[in-house]
Every structure is written in C-alpha cells, then in structure tokens.
C-alpha cells in the first residue's frame, strides 16, 4: 500500500501514520526524519540539506525529492509506505509521480484530513513540551498535573516558538497557498479521500482505515 497523508499543520497526520504504519507494517516517510537522517549519517544530500538548514533556509525541492526517492527505493519500503507531510506543494506531486512511474508503482490513496481551522489554532498553540525530556502536553487536551511543570520531571513547560498565535497563522496561510492547491489535484486524479479529524484519536483511526482499499 503506498498512500500520502495530506493536511494542514496540527489536524493529526503526525500521529496517525505513525500507528498506521505499524499496523499496517509498512514503513512511514516523514521529510523531517529524513532530512534529520541524512544529516546524522553525512550522506551527501544530507549533508546539502544542512547547508541550507543551518542558515535557517528551506531545503530546496531537488535535495528533500532526492531523499525521498532514495527512501522509496530502499527495501524498507518494498511493502509500501505512508508519506507523511510530502508532497507540499503542486510541483513536488509531479516530482513523486515521475518517482513510482519509474518504478512502475501508483499511489493508493491519498487521505486528506479535514478539521476546523479554530481547531487547528488551538490544538497548536495549546501545546506545551518539557525541555528536559521531550513530555508533550496540552493545556485543554492533556494538562499536566501541576499547571506549567512536567508531570514526569518537574521541569518547566515551554511553547514551541512555531506554536505562538502568530507564528501558527503564518503556517495556516503557507499552507492555504501552497498545500491546499494538492486537494484539487489529487481529487482529479481520482485518488483522494476526505477524512473527518475531529474527535479522539482512536475515532479518527477507526474512520481512516476505514477508507485504506483492502484493510
């Protein structure tokens, strides 16, 4: 099964794919990870990708295709993946078509996941992390137990700079002008799906593999 999970930041791919994966035993392609990989392991378009990353720039398309394509290839993904977050944009859905037309693949399906944009505002910028060791909270959601303070380690909660109001609007509006335009194309390709992403995460995995073909 090869699927794409498409969506505005915050609306749950993250998580989903992640368990999706796992059932699924198939692999999950997340660009971050990738870009991370690449670096940590000095291959040479990880090693671009850093240029660009270390002076807070985006990584050009070229560099993050040819990592995903590397990562098609590999024989982790022989049984099909879930592209997490890729493509973002119009010509990157080209460049991963012209990726499984050489090897004689198509996508499955591509599953877009569809909530409120209020929503989507408050489940980012109700996130609070611990610093010390990674616990992820939320202030309406998931509170910890002793307001502002990790439950685990006692450490004091921060906001994700990319999590503040406006920092999450100015995301919203990427994505609206260059995301959002891949619905459309996909839904003319005959491959999308729409996905209700509201309510809790064992609702919206049930509701997801309901529209995965033969699960």
Not at 25 to 54: F, N
Request: proline letters at 6%; a positive charge; hydrophobic letters at 40%.
């Amino acid at each position: 099964m090869r699927v794409v999970f498409l969506g505005a930041p915050g609306v749950g791919k993250g998580t989903q794919a992640e368990q999706a994966a796992t059932r699924l035993a198939i692999a999950r392609i997340s660009t971050g990870d990738l870009l991370r990989a690449g670096v940590a392991a000095k291959l040479p378009l990880g090693l671009e990708a850093k240029r660009y990353m270390d002076r807070g720039e985006l990584v050009p398309d070229n560099v993050v295709i040819g990592l995903v394509d590397n990562k098609i290839g590999s024989p982790e993904c022989r049984k099909g993946f879930i592209l997490d977050g890729f493509p973002r944009t119009v010509p990157q859905a080209d460049s991963l078509s012209d990726i499984l037309r050489k090897r004689r693949w198509a996508l499955d399906r591509v599953i877009h996941f569809v909530i409120p944009r209020e929503a989507v505002v408050t489940r980012l910028t109700g996130r609070r992390s611990c610093p010390h060791c990674a616990a992820v909270y939320h202030l309406d959601y998931r509170p910890p137990k002793r307001e502002g303070r990790c439950d685990a380690c006692g450490a004091a909660l921060a906001q994700r700079s990319d999590d503040t109001k406006d920092t999450v609007e100015s995301r919203l509006a990427v994505y609206e002008a260059q995301t959002a335009p891949l619905i459309d194309y996909y839904r003319k390709a005959d491959v999308l799906a729409d996905l209700d992403g509201m309510g809790s995460v064992e609702d919206v995995r049930a509701r997801l593999f309901a529209l995965l073909p033969g699960v």
